[in-house]
Each structure stands twice: as structure tokens, then as C-alpha cells.
């Protein structure tokens, strides 16, 4: 029994690293967006609305993965958060919003397909699913690519509203698309494009989704002739099915 919970602490101590870890690389990654679009609003008055937007939304995000951060690790402080009316279209335009610069730079395109107007109540961290999904998608996806972001809605079903996120990336086996969503699982094909993460990004979506009774599913179907690197991509999805 000693050995054992020796082993639970040592665990818990690695899981806490990790999270201070990546945490910490998040925080990073959107403060240097931060940066970009402040420069940017500092030098040309082009575009100011929707730059002093990104630098909300970035911000806002900022705090929405603390927050995450801090229920991982306090469960019990999750019934102090308070919950907000959470429209699932508008937070993925928000996600677009913080990423479409990043995007643009490389040629893709993130394209959002509805309209949608189901909400949920839910804590501010949950801004981090989509974010999350979408990030994701930019980051694996070919330059001068397409990622779509498809909403599906009707009230009048057991699941009124399917979202779709769809785009390219390393191709991934069956038998590890189960995978996808453990602790620091990073897929061969994710690790041979040597773009930096630690396999939490879609742990943290599958826990969102938990929490939210949100069903998550993910796809990869070949595409012919695709291949970068020796490395072969397909058409990557990721389904979310909301329960009324």
C-alpha cells in the first residue's frame, strides 16, 4: 500500500509538472500573439478595431487557460466558478478571430460554415475547446490549405448540434486514433514534423468535453498522393455532438 501511494504522489507530482509545463508554453505562444498585434496596432492605423479585438480575445484566452489550469488541479474549485451563456458558434469565431493572422501568414484559411445559435452554460475555461480543436488544425495543416468548420443544427434532435472541424494532417492509423486524446500522446506523424508540443491539447479538449457531456470523435481517411517529408497526410476530422 506505501508503494503504492508513493507511486499516486510521484504521479501526481509529474502530472502537475506537466501542466505548469505546458501552461506554461501556452501563455507564451498567445502573449507573442499579443505582442504581434499590438506592434502592428503601434505602427499603422490599418485595421485597428480588429486588432485591438485579437488582443482581447488573446488576453480573455489567456485567463480562460488558468482558469482550466486551476480546476485540473483544484476539481473542488469548479463549483466556485461561476457559468456564462457559452454560444459554441461564437466561441469558435472568437478561436478564428485569435488565430486567422497565424493562419493567414501560411497561406490557410479557417472557414467557418453555419449559422448556429445553441448556447450552453458553461465556465469561462471552456473557451479553451475550441481554441484547442482550431490551433490544432493550423498547426498540422499544409501551407495554402483549408481548415472548415462545419455547424450542423437542429433543435428538434437528441443532439441539436453537431460541429465539424475539418483539414490536413499527418495521417493517422486506426488503431491509434483512440490515442488522440490520453496524456502526452503525440502520434509518429505529429512527432516526424518536429512541431514542438506535448501531447495535451487534445487530453484538455477530451476533459472539456467530459465535463460538458459533449461527445468527441476524430477521423483520418487517406488522401492520395499527399505526402511531405516522407511524411503521409489525410483528411483530419473532429466531431462534436452537444446533447440538448
Do not use: W
Request: proline content about 3%; glycine content about 6%; some cysteine.
Amino acid at each position: 500500500n506505501q508503494i503504492r501511494l508513493l507511486e499516486e504522489k510521484l504521479e501526481g507530482e509529474r502530472n502537475k509538472n506537466e501542466n505548469f509545463s505546458n501552461l506554461k508554453h501556452e501563455v507564451g505562444r498567445l502573449n507573442s500573439l499579443i505582442l504581434s498585434s499590438a506592434e502592428k496596432l503601434n505602427i499603422s492605423s490599418q485595421n485597428r478595431e480588429d486588432l485591438i479585438k485579437t488582443i482581447l480575445y488573446t488576453s480573455s484566452m489567456i485567463s480562460s487557460r488558468m482558469i482550466y489550469a486551476d480546476l485540473e488541479l483544484n476539481p473542488q474549485a469548479f463549483e466556485q466558478q461561476g457559468t456564462f451563456s457559452c454560444g459554441i458558434y461564437k466561441k469558435f469565431h472568437k478561436a478564428h478571430h485569435i488565430l486567422s493572422n497565424l493562419a493567414n501568414n501560411h497561406g490557410k484559411k479557417i472557414n467557418l460554415q453555419g449559422p448556429s445559435h445553441f448556447s450552453i452554460q458553461a465556465v469561462s475555461a471552456f473557451d479553451c475547446l475550441p481554441f484547442i480543436l482550431l490551433d490544432n488544425a493550423v498547426k498540422y495543416a499544409p501551407d495554402n490549405t483549408e481548415i472548415t468548420v462545419n455547424f450542423e443544427e437542429n433543435m428538434s434532435l437528441n443532439y441539436p448540434l453537431n460541429v465539424k472541424v475539418e483539414s490536413i494532417g499527418p495521417l493517422i492509423t486506426t488503431e491509434k486514433i483512440s490515442q488522440l486524446t490520453e496524456r502526452g500522446f503525440r502520434d509518429e506523424g505529429a512527432l516526424r514534423t518536429e512541431i514542438p508540443g506535448q501531447g495535451l491539447g487534445l487530453y484538455i479538449a477530451k476533459q472539456l468535453c467530459t465535463l460538458y457531456d459533449i461527445e468527441i470523435s476524430f477521423s483520418s481517411t487517406e488522401k492520395s498522393g499527399m505526402s511531405m517529408n516522407n511524411i503521409n497526410y489525410g483528411y483530419f476530422g473532429v466531431h462534436l455532438k452537444f446533447r440538448k
